[in-house]
């Protein structure tokens, strides 16, 4: 089976909270796409609490579109990882790293401002497939992180797990 993109970085190596171009492409006719690996925690050392997330899976879309949604850059989705340490980013566009994170912290501060559950978008037992798993004051102890810790660009060239490391490492599991 061939190894996933996602798969080719060294998570040991990985900083965050920290923006990650993971992948670029063009639709059909042309425009282009970019996948962002937007990681709020460190690999295998932390992990985003899952009323938390949820919380933010609702709040951190519409914020994010407020702060980066232009002319030339529409966000298709934002979605959490499988592992709680972040989200993927995919939309048409190419902004750079930099404005990815200004608008990553911009997008966290309107999250503390946000003042009851009833403000959560969407959060009903028609819109949401777990509607009862949700804590904003997680949202917000996380996105309070963020800001303090401060979003820096994560390199996949310095991350790039290369053929040979991965055989190599395979080879001494066996």
């Not at 902004?95 to 559950?117: C, F, G, R």
């Not at 963020?146 to 660009?153: D, E």
Request: glycine share 6%; hydrophobic share 40%; charged share 20%.
């Amino acid at each position: 089976m061939p190894l996933l993109d996602s798969f080719r970085v060294d998570h040991t190596r990985m900083q965050a909270p920290a923006v990650r171009t993971a992948k670029m492409m063009q639709t059909p006719s042309g425009d282009p796409i970019t996948v962002y690996d937007l990681r709020f925690c460190i690999p295998n050392r932390e992990i985003l609490s899952e009323k938390g997330i949820h919380t933010l899976e609702h709040l951190f879309a519409g914020f994010m579109r407020n702060h980066l949604n232009s002319d030339l850059i529409e966000i298709i989705d934002i979605s959490p990882m499988g592992c709680r340490t972040g989200f993927y980013m995919s939309l048409i566009g190419t902004p750079t790293e930099q404005q990815v994170a200004n608008a990553w912290t911009a997008a966290m501060q309107d999250v503390l401002e946000v003042k009851s559950m009833e403000e959560i978008p969407e959060l009903n037992a028609y819109q949401c497939g777990t509607y009862t798993m949700h804590s904003l004051t997680e949202a917000q102890q996380i996105a309070a992180d963020i800001i303090s810790r401060g979003v820096g660009v994560n390199s996949n060239d310095e991350l790039y797990l290369s053929e040979e490391f991965l055989q190599e490492k395979e080879t001494q599991a066996d």
